[in-house]
């Protein structure tokens, strides 16, 4: 097609879409259906990928969609929805019915030892299922955040406190521990003993804020190595934990990971831990991002969604030191950062990407401003 940009296949380093998952438009705009179906996506946030299912929070349709087994074909419609009674019904609380029936904005999703967790992030809480649904509706059975599944009020409607949340964007198991980035409280919480079993059990760690009381951006104090703005995503190893604080352009990594709260060892896409540039209107650069909203590390593989450039970027083993990107996914170079390659709507093209998962050589890709997922894979 004339004025396409296309992908230069050495700078993806053999990484390819295979599986586009939502609406089918390419050449043009991905615009959602007037009215939700199991194939189509609205907006979506977050994603999840092993080898055994794709989990997607289809965010402006406020509902999970669960595929059991990794869709091979395009459009394949999912097996499974939650937050909604059915596969044609929107809308926040399913469709007004109430939280104890619904979800509002999910963002999170995650399946860790066969359960299924949930950031429910306008009801300011994470949802968990002892088993991964196969029936449409099922009611989750462990709350977290809030006293019951009837409330959804920030903070459960009082301050901060070490088992409360404020739309808690990203959530994640690393090394044992239970994370999640309590995004509206600028801190990430973490259990130590993993998914803990009651709503009530107080976070062992909060990392990012002096005690469980405070929420202000950056501490009060300005960017540093102890601080978030936006933490939207947690990933990690043995050892290792790395945060998105997306909204101060960076990546905070803490080596080994801290068992009680302090300043992180290393930061990805700023020069130091003081600063949180953004250059959108200057050529783009292999080692930085404007907004990060994911991250996800698996056998030593880094992906970071560098949302608000359109782009994904790989690096084979951990960076550091200013170490370039071995790849970059989305645009034509590293210094590109448009929306779609400021062209039509392909399966190589971006706009947005908020939420990955990286799994072996498959990466799953939210992508959003599309209102799709793709399954990329390396070859």
Same mark, same amino acid.
């Given at each position: /097609?004339?004025?396409?940009r296309v992908?230069?296949?050495s @700078?993806a380093?053999?990484?390819? *879409?295979q599986?586009?998952?939502?609406?089918?438009?390419?050449?043009?705009?991905?615009?959602? *259906?007037?009215?939700?179906?199991?194939?189509?996506?609205?907006?979506?946030?977050?994603?999840?990928?092993?080898?055994?299912?794709?989990?997607v929070?289809?965010?402006?349709?406020?509902?999970?969609?669960? +595929?059991?087994?990794?869709?091979? $074909?395009?459009?394949?419609?999912?097996?499974?929805?939650?937050?909604? *009674?059915?596969?044609?019904?929107?809308?926040?609380?399913?469709?007004?019915r109430?939280?104890?029936?619904?979800? #509002?904005?999910?963002?999170?999703?995650?399946?860790?030892?066969?359960?299924?967790?949930?950031?429910?992030?306008?009801?300011h =809480? !994470?949802?968990?299922?002892?088993?991964?649904? =196969?029936?449409?509706?099922?009611?989750?059975?462990?709350?977290?955040? $809030?006293? &019951?599944?009837s409330?959804?009020?920030?903070?459960?409607?009082?301050?901060?406190?070490?088992?409360? /949340?404020?739309?808690?964007?990203?959530?994640?198991?690393?090394?044992?521990w239970?994370?999640?980035?309590?995004t509206g409280?600028?801190?990430?919480?973490?259990?130590?003993?993993?998914?803990?079993?009651?709503?009530?059990?107080?976070?062992?760690?909060?990392?990012?804020?002096?005690d469980?009381?405070?929420r202000?951006?950056?501490?009060?104090?300005? !960017?540093?190595?102890?601080?978030?703005?936006?933490?939207?995503?947690v990933t990690?190893?043995?050892?290792?934990?790395?945060?998105?604080?997306?909204?101060n352009?960076r990546? @905070?990594?803490?080596?080994p990971r801290?068992?009680?709260?302090?300043?992180?060892?290393?930061?990805?896409? $700023?020069? &130091?831990?003081?600063?949180?540039?953004?250059?959108?209107?200057?050529? $783009?650069?292999?080692?930085?991002? =404007?907004?990060?909203?994911?991250?996800?590390?698996?056998?030593?593989? @880094?992906?970071?969604?560098?949302t608000?450039?359109? =782009?994904?970027? @790989?690096?084979?083993?951990?960076?550091?030191?200013g170490?370039?990107?071995?790849? !970059?996914?989305?645009?034509?170079?590293?210094?590109?950062?448009?929306?779609?390659r400021?062209?039509?709507v392909?399966?190589?093209?971006?706009? +947005?990407p908020?939420?990955? +998962?990286? #799994?072996?050589?498959?990466?799953?890709?939210a992508?959003?401003?599309?209102?799709?997922?793709?399954?990329?894979r390396?070859?």
């Amino acid at each position: /097609m004339s004025g396409v940009r296309v992908q230069d296949v050495s @700078l993806a380093a053999g990484w390819t *879409p295979q599986t586009w998952i939502g609406a089918p438009a390419p050449g043009g705009l991905a615009l959602p *259906p007037a009215n939700p179906t199991m194939a189509w996506l609205y907006s979506p946030r977050g994603v999840f990928l092993d080898d055994r299912h794709l989990v997607v929070a289809d965010s402006g349709n406020h509902r999970v969609l669960i +595929w059991h087994g990794v869709p091979d $074909q395009d459009e394949q419609p999912a097996d499974v929805v939650i937050g909604q *009674p059915d596969g044609v019904t929107e809308g926040p609380g399913a469709g007004g019915r109430g939280p104890e029936h619904g979800l #509002h904005l999910p963002t999170g999703v995650l399946v860790h030892e066969g359960r299924l967790v949930v950031a429910d992030a306008w009801h300011h =809480r !994470v949802l968990v299922w002892d088993e991964v649904p =196969r029936r449409t509706g099922r009611r989750p059975d462990l709350v977290l955040g $809030q006293r &019951d599944l009837s409330s959804a009020e920030p903070n459960r409607g009082g301050e901060c406190s070490a088992n409360s /949340m404020y739309w808690p964007f990203g959530i994640g198991v690393v090394d044992g521990w239970f994370y999640v980035a309590d995004t509206g409280n600028r801190r990430v919480l973490a259990w130590a003993d993993g998914i803990p079993g009651s709503a009530d059990r107080p976070a062992d760690l909060v990392l990012g804020q002096a005690d469980p009381r405070h929420r202000e951006e950056n501490r009060g104090e300005g !960017v540093g190595p102890a601080s978030f703005r936006w933490p939207h995503a947690v990933t990690g190893a043995a050892g290792l934990l790395l945060v998105a604080d997306a909204g101060n352009h960076r990546v @905070l990594g803490w080596r080994p990971r801290p068992e009680a709260d302090r300043g992180a060892d290393l930061v990805l896409g $700023q020069p &130091d831990f003081h600063s949180a540039t953004e250059f959108p209107y200057a050529p $783009q650069r292999a080692d930085g991002f =404007r907004f990060p909203y994911a991250v996800s590390l698996d056998d030593g593989r @880094l992906a970071v969604a560098d949302t608000a450039n359109n =782009r994904i970027l @790989l690096w084979d083993g951990l960076p550091g030191g200013g170490r370039p990107a071995d790849a !970059v996914l989305g645009q034509t170079s590293f210094e590109a950062g448009g929306e779609n390659r400021w062209s039509g709507v392909e399966r190589d093209t971006l706009c +947005w990407p908020y939420g990955l +998962w990286l #799994h072996g050589d498959r990466l799953a890709v939210a992508d959003s401003g599309n209102n799709r997922v793709v399954i990329w894979r390396r070859t």
